[in-house]
């Protein structure tokens, strides 16, 4: 672990949230991953803060009302990670590499709760 990098302990296990110290070049999985999240169609999905595409939040839909708040969204993308989802753990590693530092802290305080 890097001092630029924080852990994150979940049930037992700790996971390494890395810091965003260099910015990142979105590639072609991630842009299938997006397009992947908004087909599962669950209530949820990935967007890009101020309309730039440096920066990405995990939040609910609201017109589809399946979750009462974003942090209800960002427990169950946790949840199917847990269960063994991969695109779900894909959004956990892209949001990792691509939410701000005060998403990702968001995130972590979520999840760990």
């Excluded at 302990?9 to 999985?29: E, V």
């Excluded at 991630?30 to 440096?54: H, P």
């Excluded at 005060?102 to 979520?110: A, R």
Aim: hydrophobic share 40%.
């Amino acid at each position: 672990m890097t001092a630029e990098s924080s852990q994150l302990r979940i049930d037992g296990a700790t996971t390494i949230l890395p810091s965003k110290s260099k910015p990142h070049t979105m590639n072609t999985q991630d842009i299938e991953l997006i397009d992947q999240v908004t087909k599962l169609n669950e209530g949820w999905a990935i967007f890009s803060c101020y309309g730039t595409t440096s920066e990405w939040r995990i939040e609910r839909i609201d017109e589809e009302m399946v979750f009462a708040t974003d942090g209800d969204a960002i427990r169950h993308v946790f949840k199917m990670s847990l269960y063994g989802s991969k695109v779900h753990a894909n959004v956990l590693e892209f949001m990792r590499r691509y939410g701000s530092a005060t998403e990702n802290l968001f995130i972590s305080k979520i999840i760990a709760n």
